[in-house]
């Protein structure tokens, strides 16, 4: 199967896993993971089910997403996103947006 899972750390990981799946042509869902939760924060696991649309489109707007959560203030923030494909994992912090729309790719419709 090739699905793409987001590991997302911090105390707004659950607030920013609903936001994710409100990009318009992504889909998916996301369960918090209990065995992950430390200083106060959440890890929650986000399972991308497929995408409609342009991968350099919804790649770009992932990207807005990540530096939107990351770059709030006070304590509701994420502090790490993972993004792990059947080929290997990478943080999005360090990724470009060619980089996570070359991950997406196998999920387009």
Do not use: C, H, S
Request: proline share 3%; net charge negative; charged share 30%.
């Amino acid at each position: 199967m090739n699905d793409l899972k987001i590991a997302i750390e911090g105390a707004a990981a659950q607030e920013a896993a609903i936001a994710l799946f409100e990009i318009d042509g992504l889909t998916g869902e996301y369960e918090r993971d209990p065995e992950a939760t430390r200083d106060g924060g959440l890890t929650v696991v986000a399972t991308v089910l497929g995408i409609v649309g342009g991968t350099m489109a919804i790649a770009e707007q992932i990207r807005q997403w990540y530096v939107a959560y990351r770059e709030r203030q006070g304590v509701k923030k994420i502090e790490k996103v993972l993004i792990v494909t059947p080929k290997g994992r990478f943080l999005l912090e360090d990724a470009t947006i060619e980089e996570i729309a070359r991950a997406l790719e196998p999920l387009a419709k």
